[in-house]
């Protein structure tokens, strides 16, 4: 198994551009996470999608953030329009093969800077 | 608001000793509590958990405490060694949802 896959491993972009972070996660998972992570707050949960519906949202700071997920093996995370204190490391993480919710697989995060 | 609190936000220990890291938590739904280690350019991994219906759970150098009427749970590691330098993150589980705390910052001298 290839673990979750998160692209790009970084990206680097000018304030007030757009962002897009994208996950795969494990096949069978049918649960997805986007956490962001930074030194101040440590690892926040943004968004959390169960069976591809987004469950609950009430983590994301603002409407500039958007995620979606089409289908059960994609999701996005989009950033419009980004700002400098947007920067931190993006984590996807998915659980859930056979009806076990108890273990979160991360991806390697995306590190995200906004100048 | 910060679900789950954790400190120290950094330590160090000689290798050898015992580091210990606490967390706190409020909310009485939490019925899962594990622990993640993350090494620097990776993504946290799941290292041991508990049930609120345990006070301790064992793996090798790991070990939790939970104290359920505290709504307190610390993890020990025993013998500690270079390669268990890392960040360390406590997490609470409530229905399919996980809290993360700030994490801890171990540094193992050797």
């Known amino acids: 198994d290839a673990g979750v896959i998160q692209s790009p491993r970084h990206e680097v972009t000018e304030m007030g551009q757009e962002v897009t972070l994208r996950c795969k996660p494990i096949?069978?998972?049918?649960?997805l996470f986007w956490y962001r992570q930074t030194m101040m707050r440590g690892l926040e949960l943004l968004i959390y999608?169960?069976?591809?519906?987004?469950?609950?949202d009430s983590g994301m700071p603002e409407d500039r953030f958007s995620a979606k997920m089409p289908n059960a093996s994609f999701s996005t995370l989009k950033i419009q329009p980004s700002e400098p204190r947007d920067s931190a490391v993006y984590f996807c993480?998915?659980?859930?093969?056979?009806?076990?919710?108890?273990?979160?697989?991360f991806g390697s995060g995306t590190q995200l800077s906004v100048l | 608001q910060q679900q789950v609190k954790q400190s120290p936000q950094s330590l160090i220990v000689q290798k050898g000793g015992i580091s210990i890291i606490n967390c706190a938590y409020e909310?009485?739904?939490?019925?899962?509590f594990p622990w993640y280690q993350q090494f620097p350019g990776k993504g946290p991994a799941l290292l041991i958990a508990?049930?609120?219906?345990?006070s301790e759970k064992k793996e090798g150098r790991f070990t939790i405490s939970f104290n359920k009427s505290a709504k307190q749970f610390s993890l020990h590691i025993m013998d500690s060694q270079p390669g268990d330098s890392a960040t360390y993150f406590c997490?609470?589980?409530?229905?399919?949802?996980?809290?993360f705390g700030t994490g801890t910052s171990l540094t193992v001298i050797p």
């Open positions: 993480a998915s659980a859930g093969r056979g009806g076990s919710n108890e273990k979160l697989f």
């Open positions: 096949s069978g998972h049918n649960s």
């Open positions: 999608f169960n069976n591809n519906v987004p469950i609950d």
């Open positions: 909310n009485t739904a939490f019925d899962y």
């Open positions: 508990i049930r609120p219906d345990v």
């Open positions: 997490a609470a589980r409530t229905g399919n949802q996980f809290y």
